[in-house]
């Protein structure tokens, strides 16, 4: 696998009546094959980063169809931040491998 691999996890999260998604948990799995779970304790939605709040077009920013978060979980004893996001095109959620 190259560095630059984006693999596919599941992630559980909340749809809120807004639109928005709240990722609360992912799962992947690890080089022997066994599935690893994280909890995620905090989050970023990066979807809106540098939008102003009182400019927000959803409608618009959502077109894209990539929907970016910065998340913070646990991995053995220790905080750690990763980035993962969500394609409404494919239906999937996607992580780096190289964060893993």
Do not use: N
């Not at 809120?16 to 690893?36: F, H, N, S, V």
């Not at 989050?43 to 169809?65: A, C, E, M, N, W």
Request: charged residues 30%; glycine residues 6%; aromatic residues 12%.
């Amino acid at each position: 696998m190259g560095t630059d691999m984006i693999k596919s996890i599941d992630v559980i999260c909340q749809h809120k009546a807004d639109g928005t998604m709240i990722p609360l948990k992912l799962r992947l799995l690890d080089e022997d094959g066994a599935y690893q779970e994280y909890k995620i304790h905090s989050f970023k939605d990066l979807t809106y980063k540098g939008v102003p709040l009182d400019q927000l077009d959803v409608s618009r920013i959502h077109s894209s169809g990539i929907f970016p978060f910065e998340c913070r979980i646990e991995s053995f004893g220790h905080e750690r931040t990763i980035r993962i996001f969500y394609s409404s095109y494919e239906h999937r959620w996607k992580l780096s491998s190289r964060q893993f």
